[in-house]
């Protein structure tokens, strides 16, 4: 789900208080072709991000995307949602 960046503003995480309503979290994770890179993912998120989507927002969070592989329906820089992965 690409995220239209002009329509983004990630809001500010300020630890100990409550995740706004209608956001999902903000990782500062590089992600290149649906694969995650690096062995030290931060647990607390960077920020939230207003996202207009009918439905529950949990275990989804978003990111930005890195690199060029996804071209041109994805462009390196952007921020994509993404739903953790539960099995199955």
């Known amino acids: 789900y690409d995220l239209e960046p002009d329509a983004v503003l ?11 309503k209608g956001t999902v ?3 500062s994770i590089e992600v290149a072709a649906a694969l995650f890179r690096g062995d030290n993912y931060e647990l607390e998120p ?3 991000v207003e996202v207009d989507r009918r ?13 060029k592989s996804m071209e041109p ?3 390196s820089g952007e921020l994509c949602l993404f739903k ?3 099995g199955g």
């Open 25 to 27: 979290p903000f990782y």
């Open 10 to 20: 990630i809001l500010p995480f300020v630890e100990g208080e409550p995740q706004p």
């Open 84 to 86: 953790r992965y539960s």
């Open 73 to 75: 329906t994805i462009r």
């Open 46 to 48: 960077q920020g939230w």
């Open 55 to 67: 439905g529950s927002l949990k275990d989804f969070f978003v990111t930005r995307i890195t690199g």
